[in-house]
């Protein structure tokens, strides 16, 4: 029985496995078929997905990134693994500043190492689509991942049975799949701050935090109360701690721009798994 070593992760709450395949040489189908065993919490090490540090695949990078949901499907990004990797690079060779990729999506990061914080740079960012589904209107933006904004009272993100069945209904909802879609329930706290639950595709429930869910969540709240200027910044609370947003609305193109997701970002143990 051969042996895997492997590192748990977090950002925000948001806990990963994290494997460095310049060691292992693991093919995508072997990664693919890992991901369920390693992420199930009462089987495995347990985790929402699963990060992959791989050589660069491509031009200008340091090195790629894979990720995996716990059920083995692609999630495209993941803003709160992105920037645990980026922490994890800085560790095992790599400068507080790199450049990683995600399919073609090139992202930048800085690492703090002292501050166990990280910041990660992301592409430009298309104005959020209205939806309604069932009579309810959505927001739909693509953040490097398919997310849908939902506004709420407070009360509601309490209620957290409401949110997954809403969740796991607009998640396999006909009008997004495939490939689904990440649910976030967003209420406005006050200027420039919110409140986040997010359901996760390929997790089916809610997560501590999610990266990109919080780039969509502020994203869709400055859409929605277009707020006049060109720079923000929005402080997005999760079950699992604190996110912060920020980025420049070009309104003549209808775009975001220079947007960046910071947050913390820790390691939890190493540890090996028999396979």
């Known amino acids: 029985m051969s042996s895997l070593t492997f590192h748990k992760m977090e950002g925000a709450g948001n806990d990963f496995v994290v494997l460095d395949n310049r060691k292992t040489g693991l093919t995508m189908d072997e990664i693919i078929s890992l991901a369920p065993k390693l992420c199930d919490r009462k089987f495995g090490v347990g985790s929402d997905g699963l990060l992959v540090l791989e050589p660069a695949q ?3 990078v340091d090195y790629t990134m894979i990720y995996r949901n716990a059920d083995g499907s692609d999630a495209g990004m ?3 693994g992105g920037r645990c990797l980026a922490l994890f690079a800085s560790h095992h060779g790599f400068q507080s500043k790199q450049r990683f990729n ?3 999506a090139i992202y930048e990061a800085e690492v703090d190492k002292i501050e166990h914080w990280v910041s990660i740079n992301f592409p430009d960012v298309i ?4 939806l309604q589904i069932n009579k309810k209107k ?3 933006v693509y953040t490097g991942t398919e997310h849908i904004v939902s506004f709420e009272e407070i009360d509601r993100l309490e209620d957290e049975e409401d949110l997954v069945a809403e969740g796991s209904f607009i998640r396999n909802h006909t009008l997004l799949n495939p490939p ?3 649910v976030n329930f967003v209420c406005i706290d006050e200027k420039d701050s919110i409140f986040l639950q997010t359901f996760e595709r390929g997790v089916e429930g809610l997560t501590l935090a999610c ?5 969509a969540s502020a994203i869709a709240t400055h859409f929605v109360e277009e707020t006049p200027g060109k720079d923000f910044t929005y402080t997005v609370n999760v079950k699992g701690g604190t996110l912060e947003v920020s980025f420049r609305f070009e309104e003549d193109k209808n775009l975001y ?6 947050g913390p970002a820790h390691f939890v143990f190493t540890g090996s798994i028999d396979l």
Request: include cysteine; charge should be positive.
């Open 58 to 60: 491509i031009n200008d």
């Open 78 to 80: 993941c803003g709160n």
């Open 102 to 104: 995600v399919h073609d």
């Open 127 to 130: 104005a959020p689509k209205k």
């Open 138 to 140: 959505y927001l739909q």
């Open 180 to 182: 689904g879609t990440n």
């Open 211 to 215: 990266g990109t869910g919080a780039l």
């Open 257 to 262: 721009t220079r947007l960046i997701l910071s």
